[in-house]
């Protein structure tokens, strides 16, 4: 916790308001974790920033090659993210209670 400080952000609002973590916290430090390969790691500080580092994994590459070759996205492709973002939130507000929680 408290990563990204590091980077010069302020300190979590909600823990400084109200003393509770957000959702979020720990996603900066979770996504260091993934960039560093420790997966295991980055899945136990937040599993919905490993989620979301994961996802933008395999998202930035198809979306860079989309670009350069001035294509559009495929049809299928916007319900599927769509559902991919449904499931990574609700993977974010479990963790999140959880940790609340226990």
Do not use: E, K
Request: with cysteine; net charge positive; hydrophobic share 55%.
């Amino acid at each position: 916790m408290g990563t990204h400080q590091q980077l010069g952000l302020p300190p979590c609002t909600a823990l400084v308001v109200w003393g509770v973590r957000c959702p979020a916290c720990g996603m900066t430090t979770s996504w260091a974790h993934y960039t560093d390969g420790r997966w295991i790691t980055s899945f136990l500080t937040n599993a919905g920033g490993f989620v979301f580092a994961l996802m933008a994994t395999v998202a930035a590459p198809v979306m860079g090659y989309l670009a350069i070759r001035g294509r559009v996205a495929p049809t299928w492709m916007v319900p599927m993210l769509a559902v991919v973002l449904v499931i990574a939130l609700t993977i974010t507000l479990v963790d999140w209670t959880l940790r609340l929680y226990v």
